[in-house]
């Protein structure tokens, strides 16, 4: 037997011998069992949860970079000719081009942005941010325009108004419906400024994904944004779309250069970055917890396999009597062992894929049964609970649980396989 190779045959056929036994000869015992559902339902957490963290963040990342600039380019200010702060660009439509022939820069869309009050005709009212954009350049913000989830006809978009569909309950309006917008700062006077309040046809509403930017967004034609904000001849930004938004910082310096030296940009990862990095903080603290509940599943596979070896301490003393040595002895208990850590992972593999590919069914199952709504899309600024399976997480939670379970398991083999075999046989 010593010149056998290690997991030979008749080690896996004693291994399944041990592990088919009843009870009452000395077979799996409760502990086992145990051990083996516990592993299932913290891999199956694991997978969950990553899968959960992971589609959030992406989520969250698609909704933020098809509704907003990449990249804000807006004046740090200068003296005219009377010595006033002007801020804003005047030869935009240069800028602009400047900016659009960058390699790598899809998109570069002059704008005016201002905070306005709005009040639809019955008793809805709500600030909103609003941001003038030529026809044209709207189309192209992929969660606002062409294809987005929106209803309405865009075309008509020059002859009214673009809100979101938040904005649009919370007024109570839709397609059709006229809405007065109020500015602070709107009609210069010898006295200063009075509010400005003009009516306008509520044209398109808009679904983004994102809760706060459908609560308080309204788009504006270009040149009846700048009439109605007094910036006329003038822009108070570029909006800059690029391809590889998550290597932004490559293109600040030839943004610069283009835009002018009274130009300061802000880009998407100043504005989410930091939640972005907690997101990422976040994600390692639950890898962390929740490999502990996996540690704490596969440690019940020692009490199992100890209760085994004890229960099968005269096979033991035979099988070393006849021949086999201490290496085949630890390798039939090992199978055991890792017998239950396989099983026990690849039903929570199983079972996590699963809940993570149906989770939207699972979700409604949930509302359906306590009769509310686990997701509150206003604290969480995505409508719905998203997974989203990568490999790289399922082969993470794989790993970690065969190797902690493998691991485990060598120390109660090892107890089995140093058994005097004179001292398993002496009261038999």
């Not at 075309?155 to 397609?175: E, K, N, P, W, Y």
């Not at 006295?191 to 044209?203: E, H, L, Q, T």
């Not at 700048?226 to 006329?232: A, D, I, L, P, T």
């Not at 390798?331 to 989770?359: E, H, K, N, P, S």
């Amino acid at each position: 037997m010593a010149s056998t190779r290690p997991f030979s045959r008749f080690e896996f056929m004693i291994a399944w011998r041990y592990l088919r036994a009843k009870r009452a000869e000395g077979g799996v015992s409760v502990m086992t069992w145990i051990s083996l559902i516990g592993i299932t339902l913290a891999v199956f957490a694991l997978i969950v949860t990553l899968a959960v963290r992971s589609g959030f963040r992406t989520e969250l990342v698609s909704t933020f970079l098809g509704s907003n600039a990449h990249v804000t380019v807006y004046s740090a200010g200068h003296l005219d000719a009377s010595g006033q702060m002007v801020k804003g660009f005047a030869d935009y439509d240069a800028v602009a081009a400047k900016l659009a022939a960058i390699p790598g820069v899809i998109e570069a869309a002059p704008q005016i942005k201002g905070q306005v009050m709005v009040t639809a005709i019955g008793d809805g009212s709500s600030g909103s941010e609003v941001f003038g954009l030529r026809l044209a350049d709207l189309r192209r913000i992929p969660r606002i325009g062409d294809g987005a989830d929106a209803y309405g006809n865009l075309d008509d978009f020059d002859s009214g108004i673009a809100i979101g569909s938040g904005l649009a309950r919370t007024l109570g309006v839709t397609v059709g419906d006229k809405v007065r917008v109020i500015s602070p700062s709107g009609v210069k006077s010898p006295m200063g400024f009075s509010p400005r309040i003009n009516a306008y046809s509520v044209v398109y509403i808009f679904t983004s994904g994102n809760y706060l930017i459908d609560q308080s967004r309204m788009y504006m034609p270009f040149a009846e944004a700048q009439s109605y904000f007094n910036r006329e001849n003038l822009v108070d930004e570029f909006a800059v779309m690029v391809k590889d938004p998550e290597a932004i910082d490559a293109y600040r310096d030839q943004v610069m250069a283009a835009a002018g030296q009274d130009a300061l940009l802000w880009t998407w990862m100043d504005s989410a970055g930091s939640y972005l990095n907690a997101l990422k903080i976040e994600d390692n603290v639950m890898f962390l917890i929740m490999s502990i509940l996996v540690l704490i599943s596969t440690l019940n596979i020692i009490s199992g396999l100890i209760m085994l070896v004890k229960n099968k301490g005269r096979d033991i003393g035979i099988l070393r009597t006849m021949g086999l040595t201490e290496g085949a002895i630890l390798r039939i208990f090992f199978i055991c062992g890792a017998f239950t850590g396989v099983v026990g992972t690849l039903l929570g593999v199983v079972i996590g894929c699963l809940f993570a590919t149906y989770i939207d069914d699972v979700v409604a199952l949930i509302n359906l049964v306590t009769g509310g709504d686990v997701w509150d899309p206003s604290i969480r600024g995505i409508y719905a609970l998203p997974a989203e399976l990568k490999l790289r997480d399922v082969a993470s939670a794989m790993a970690l649980s065969l190797g902690l379970s493998f691991i485990v398991t060598i120390f109660p083999a090892r107890r089995a396989a140093r058994m005097n075999p004179v001292e398993a046989l002496r009261y038999e």
